[in-house]
């Protein structure tokens, strides 16, 4: 079975410009998170859906990121404009949720390692 | 709020030395307790996990107890390999949110 798809795995920019990140989920998962770490630590989460709805948006800095879950399936994490402190890895993760809350494990991808100049 | 303090890196050890990466939370209830790997390269992946207090999680020869009374969920394995050489990352999930929050990871290199 194919696990968390990330794309692209390495992007490098200069600071003003727009960037997008995609992610496919394991299938039949219906929970997708993203999570930003910066470089010597631990992963932060930005936004968590359940299926189409974004309900954990609170870390995400709205001025400038936007994430979009549209049929519930994958899912693209877009920053516009980039800044120099947005250099990061991106991750992205999911799960299978039953209930009030996920009770099971969170598969990682290998993540989008982006650099902006 | 909740948090994770794991011991600072990096870490060296010879093979077929005994480890130990030492982790504490703090957090209200009962949250569950993880340890996930990062091989180079290559995304998070979870290693062992315990749901409840005295729990033992363990995968791959590594285990961590989850200890109530000491806030802690320390990770060991008794004989390191080579290809034990990643980053490991202890973390937590609160009894009332799916978010986990990871410390800020133990680089660990194993020399042959």
């Known amino acids: 079975e194919a696990g968390v798809v990330q794309s692209p795995r390495y992007k490098i920019i200069e600071k003003k410009q727009p960037v997008a990140f995609w992610c496919n989920p394991i299938?039949?998962?219906?929970?997708l998170y993203w999570y930003r770490q910066n470089l010597g630590q631990g992963p932060e989460l930005l936004i968590r859906?359940?299926?189409?709805?974004?309900?954990?948006d609170s870390q995400l800095p709205k001025d400038r990121f936007s994430a979009e879950r549209l049929k519930g399936v994958d899912s693209t994490l877009k920053i516009q404009p980039a800044e120099l402190g947005d250099s990061a890895v991106y991750l992205c993760?999911?799960?299978?949720?039953?209930?009030?809350?996920?009770?099971?494990?969170?598969?990682f991808g290998p993540g989008t390692r982006l650099t902006v100049l | 709020g909740n948090s994770v303090t794991q011991m600072e890196g990096p870490v060296t050890l010879s093979e077929e030395a005994f480890l130990t990466i030492n982790c504490t939370y703090t957090?209200?209830?009962?949250?569950?307790l993880f340890w996930y790997v990062q091989y180079p390269g290559e995304g998070l992946q979870l290693l062992l996990k315990a749901t409840k207090a005295d729990d033992k999680g363990s995968n791959k020869g590594f285990e961590a107890t989850y200890r109530k009374e000491t806030t802690s969920f320390h990770l060991e394995k008794g004989s390191v390999q080579v290809s034990d050489s990643a980053v490991y990352f202890c973390a937590l999930r609160d009894s009332s949110a799916s978010k986990i929050i990871f410390g800020s990871g133990t680089r660990l290199s194993i020399r042959p």
């Open positions: 993760a999911s799960s299978l949720t039953s209930g009030a809350f996920s009770t099971d494990t969170q598969y």
């Open positions: 299938s039949g998962h219906n929970t």
């Open positions: 859906y359940e299926n189409e709805e974004a309900v954990d």
């Open positions: 957090a209200t209830g009962y949250p569950s």
